[in-house]
Each structure stands twice: as C-alpha cells, then as structure tokens.
C-alpha cells in the first residue's frame, strides 16, 4: 500500500516546506525523495512511486486540492454538459512531472527492487469528481450513474482513456509494475459493480497490454469481498490485493489458484504492534504463503505508527520460513 | 431498515419541535407516532421502534449528544479504568421510555403489523465510545481490541449485559421480533470478526433465547461479506439483513439454504427511481423469492429520497409474481 507517508519523520521534514501535497507530487525530485526514503529505511522489495489518485482530475482541468482534515476538495461535475470542462490534451504535460519522478526514482534505486507505478480507477476517481471529496454514501455519483448511465458513461469513458494513457506513460518512464486503485469500489451494488467497477478496469488493462503486454498489473478493489473473483478473472491481471476483511481461508481455496494475491494485515495491527502484531502476521504467512503471495499490509499506514513496530515486521516476514 | 425518518414531512414536523433527537427517542408518545407514521403512509408489513443504538452508551452513564452535520458525540472512554464511569444499574430506568414508546406502539399498530425493537452489537456500539463519535479507520477501537484483548473484553463484556437485557425488556414491551445492528462488523479482520463480532452476538442470543425463546432474531452484520456464513450458522439466528454490496447469486445458494434473508437494494435507487429502481428491485425479487425472503433496502431511506418512489417501490413488490 502506500508506503511513503506520514509515519516517516523523514518525510514529515520535506513535506512541511514543499508547499501544498500536490505541489509535492508535482516536483520531481522531492516526489523521488519520498518515494526512496521508506526503501532506504526498511529496505522493502517494492517502491510505489510518491503520487496521488487525484491527479488525474487535476490534469483534466477539474483542479483539486487538500484541506487539512477534511481531505481533497473539487469543483462538482454532476451533468452531462459540465463535463466540456474536461481537457485530455492536457493530461500529458500536465503529468510530466510524474512521469520525471518515476525517471529519477528508477535510476536510483536498486535492480531488485521494483518500481510500482499506478492510478485510481475510473470508478473511485469519479466519486470524488461527482462528490467533491470524499462521501460517506456516495449520493451524488451512485444517483447519476443508476438514473442516467449512457450520461455518467461518459465521464467513465474520458476516465478510461485518461488513466490508460497515464498507466502507459508511466511504465515508459521506468514504472516496472502497475497497481490500480479502486478504493470504493466494494460500495457499488451488484450489478452496478460489474458495470462500473469490473468493465471499466478490464478496458484499461486491454489498452495497457496493447501498448505493454508484459507489464504486472496488480487490482485493488477494495471491500469487494465475494467479488473479487470478478477482478481475479479478468484477462490480464496478475495480482489482486486483499483489503483487511477478506477471509484467508477463502482467498487460499479461491483466488490464489487464478492470480498473486498481496496483503492483507490491518494497519492498526502495525500500530498496535507486540505479540498481536506478530500472531496476525503469522496467520497471514501461514495460510498464504503456500501459494503466489506478497505480504502487505490491507491499507495505508497510519501515521501515528511507531517505526520500530514497521522494522519489527519486515523481520517477522523476511525471517519467516514454512 | 430504518423506516422512520427524515425524508418525511410528518416526521420532519414532529422533530423540529421535539428538542434533541435523543428527547424525541425518550418521549414515548413522539417516538411511538413517527414509528407508525410510515406504516400509515406506506402500510409496510413491520414497524421498527424509532430509538437509536447509542441509547445504550447514554442509559450506562456515557452522555451521547448529536451534532448538526457531524453524527453522535460522546466523550471517549479509552482504558479499562475509564469502564467505571458506566453504571449498568442505571440501565432498565434510563430505557423505561423506549419501552413505553414500544407498549403505546403495539396497542396502535394492527395485529398484521410487526413490531420490530432492537440495539447496535457490542463491537459498533463500542467504536462510538472509544472513538467519541463516527470515525473514519476506527484506529482506537481496534489498537485497543487488538493489542489488549482482555481488557477491551471487559467493555464488550458490559455490552452483551446491558445489550441483552435491553432487547429482552423489549419484547416484555410488545416487540414482536428483535433486530440487532453490527454496523461497523465488516470493518474487523478475519480473526477479530469472530472475536468481537460473531462471539458477542452469539452470547447475546443466547441470552435473550433463554428468557425469550420463541422471538425471532434478524441480525445485520454490515459489510461482512462472505463472513456473513458465520452469522447466518449462529443457534437462534432467524435471519440476516444483507447489505447492498453482497452477491445475491452467492446468498441463494449459501445463505437462503440457512435463515431467511432480508435486503438488498441500494437506497440510492430509492432516490433516482423510475426504471433502474424497477430493475433492481426486480432482479432482487427474480434472485430471491423462491426461498424464505423479506424485501428491504441494504440501507436507510436517504433525506431527499421523493415520497413517490417509496410508493412505487411498494407497489413492484406487492405486486410482484414468481
């Protein structure tokens, strides 16, 4: 997950004189910086390159910004009409320093390390372009798109060619792998989940693999539970990552026989650290290490976590043997 | 769902004169009139009593006040020693309100008419007082579960207690079927589910069936995905109320062959209306009604929710044949 942040005093220190979080991850080499620094510290197998989900509105001209304890703010796009004001052509050199961030951060890191690259998925990115922020029923966005699907189809569409575009991009700019985020989509309903969550990542995936059929594609849909045999089907995905309340035993029978699965510690579990820490993370080894697996976390880490309880973990995992 | 609320205007009448919400909750006679308000309007087969699950909090001595735009706040307790400030005798007294407001109820309301009491489960009622409120990662409930278990038990333990002496007393009042809110289950990793979600409640039942064996019980572990197996195999469970992100494929052939299932539309389809809502809710009928069914949202009606789609809604299903 993400795995630059808040808990690094390291971090802490650039991100206090580097202007707005965005401004951050629009300058290369702070956003590079940040992206190594947790790497440097842990020595992790993976980086995830230092960005947001949210720059793909911004790129689009729907400007976004972040306001201390509320979270990002957006002008609301709810009609048909509004989206006119969206502008692919800009979406290149907007994202430029991105790009240039992932350029730098793969020449500095080492060969074995990855380089992850990676964007929101059409669905989750609407929700916040609809809503304005972030929601607690997604009113706004499940209402346009249950009511008017051809209309809300279209800004799905613009949002598939955009994050395509971008995914590709990155993988040019040194991204060895991609992850795709669709944090809300276990919020959909039955069918609107195939119709907004499942098909819209499947076209990305086919017009990524046009372009760089050899890339890894990791799928996050978060709190899908049961569906995420849909994503785990899909052609082209190689892993899945496991929010925190899917069943072990259920992906071990499931999902690691189609695809890799990573996860799926609870953050607080890193936060609360000792023998908690250690019996939860063990569990998770035991029941998947049998098959393809990344041991991870199932969301961000928190910020109030202490580092050693980070360094603490990376040697129960590494140390583990079966 | 909750079926009392504010996307009536005769409850929206009634409550700008009633003082706090909680005030409207504790003065029988309101609480009672805006419980049959939308069986009167809609003719719905059951009535829930119009109470809230942070009425248990409240009656143990932890005040809960509402906040305009925020939800409930409470002042958090945190540590084992804090517990003592919660008084369960104060309990049965504190409660006597919600449980005239269920006598008045059923003298009311037609013999056909179910009436419905209920509570929160242990682990939701406890995130909102440990965290003070609503909360976004539940980051002190679960550091705290997680990291001092016994200790954390020893709240939980409170609420099995006040929980089901609560439920019992309200069937002793008229309740005719009892439904208990786990809200904030599916937010749990795999082993703490059981412990905090599935264990307290199953103790719960236990109880409530030894002084009351006879009434059914309708559990709802919110987002729990296909953990929901482990609620629908408890001893005494009668049915569970599914959310609107479950598989109804999976729940025909897993979960209808157990209890009956209760749910699932969107509530956002209640607010668009016109045919998605008919699809949807046909497409929930065709799934589930060849076995033990009640049609319900997988949530509560939103605010702006139009009052003629609620009555079209009723008339798809009354009016619905195999």
Known sequence: MRQAGRYLPEYREIRKDAGTFLDLCYTPDLAAEVT?????RYGFDAAIIFSDILVIPDALGQPVSFKEGVGPVLETIRTV????????????EHLDPVYEALRKTRRDLSEETTLIGFAGAPWTVATYMVE?????????????????????GKLIDILVASITKHLIAQVEAGADALQIFDSWAGMLPETAFDQW????????????????????IIVFP?????????????????????????????VQRNLQNKVTVQGNLDPIYLLAGGDAMRAEAERILETLSGGPFIFNLGHGVLPPTPLDNVAELCEIVSGWQR
């Open 36 to 40: 190594l620094q947790p790497i440097r």
């Open 81 to 92: 009409e509004e989206l006119a004001s969206l502008d692919q052509n800009r979406l290149s």
């Open 132 to 152: 304005g922020g972030t929601s607690r029923d997604f009113a706004n966005t499940k209402r346009w798109a249950f009511s008017a699907p051809q209309e809300f």
């Open 197 to 216: 969550c499942v098909d819209p990542i499947s076209r990305i995936i086919s017009g990524v693999k046009k372009e760089k059929p050899d890339v890894p």
């Open 222 to 250: 978060r709190l899908a539970g049961y569906r995420y045999l849909k994503i785990a089907a899909l052609e082209g995905v190689s892993a899945v990552s496991l929010d925190q309340t899917v069943s072990l035993d259920w």
